[in-house]
């Protein structure tokens, strides 16, 4: 059974950072597409950024792109998200995801998920 554990949640100020990782099991993603995405109450997911270990591409939304850095450990499985210079917009519940193929920015196209961590930005 396919298992996505997130962590590194917290409540942070405005400009500052937090480093979420995502522990996969079950399957081995090391040549898969592993991403995140985040979710504000009454809005739908929104993809945030994704590492295709294939093409060893990495893919971000222009919201977070130039402050968040998205990197893989391929031996131990897993995720990382480093968010930088965060912001109030950046508050919501972080979803870890994977998918088994390339890069894809739509929550339809990953059928693993992990349970969220929260993430909030307020001063």
């Known amino acids: 059974q396919v298992r996505l554990v997130e962590n590194g949640g917290g409540l942070v100020r405005p400009g500052g950072s937090l480093r979420l990782s995502c522990a996969a099991s079950?399957?081995?993603?090391?040549?898969?597409?592993m991403a995140w995405f985040r979710q504000t109450p009454g809005k739908e997911r929104e993809f945030v950024a994704a590492f295709s270990a294939g093409s060893f591409g990495t893919y971000y939304s222009d919201h977070v792109k130039g402050r968040f850095a998205i990197s893989r450990d391929t031996a131990k499985n897993t995720v990382d998200l480093q968010m930088n210079s965060l912001k109030l917009e950046d508050t919501a519940v972080y979803y870890c995801?994977?998918?088994?193929?390339?890069?894809?920015?739509?929550?339809?196209?990953?059928?693993?998920w992990g349970q969220g961590t929260q993430v909030t930005v307020s001063s």
């Open positions: 995801a994977a998918r088994l193929g390339g890069y894809k920015s739509t929550t339809r196209d990953y059928p693993y």
């Open positions: 079950g399957r081995d993603f090391t040549h898969q597409t």
